[in-house]
């Protein structure tokens, strides 16, 4: 599974941006899709999370009514809208491939991204 992560960039505080997750050569329609990040000298964490049907969601408390998370199993696409971005969001945004479920835990996801680096200044 190769996944592409992209939609990073700099933004100002209370900008948006849009990250993308994809696989073009492989579905991952069966599979649920999360997505993670890593500031640096923290620890990877948990970011938000869809179900193979797009119909289960999970958030992190830090994101819930800031960031949506959606998914387009035509185009093998997962997306995370992220408003009213906060200098702590700052990270490298990494999606992953996991089982059916949205679970928040890393050890639940087997293929992982590049990551996209998101940077937030104040």
């Known amino acids: 599974v190769q996944l592409q992560a992209s939609g990073g960039g700099l933004v100002q505080a209370g900008g948006s941006l849009r990250l993308s997750c994809k696989n073009p050569?492989?579905?991952?329609?069966?599979?649920?899709v999360g997505w993670f990040r890593q500031a640096p000298g923290k620890e990877r964490e948990f970011v938000a999370a869809i179900s193979w049907r797009g119909d289960v969601f999970s958030y992190a408390d830090s994101v819930k009514g800031r960031f949506a998370i959606s998914r387009d199993n035509a185009k093998n696409m997962v997306d995370l809208q992220m408003n009213t971005l906060k200098p702590e969001d700052t990270a490298v945004y990494y999606c992953?491939?996991?089982?059916?479920?949205?679970?928040?835990?890393?050890?639940?996801?087997?293929?992982w991204g590049q990551g996209t680096l998101v940077t937030v200044s104040s």
């Open positions: 992953a491939v996991g089982k059916s479920y949205p679970s928040t835990s890393y050890k639940d996801y087997n293929y």
């Open positions: 050569k492989r579905t991952f329609s069966n599979n649920a």
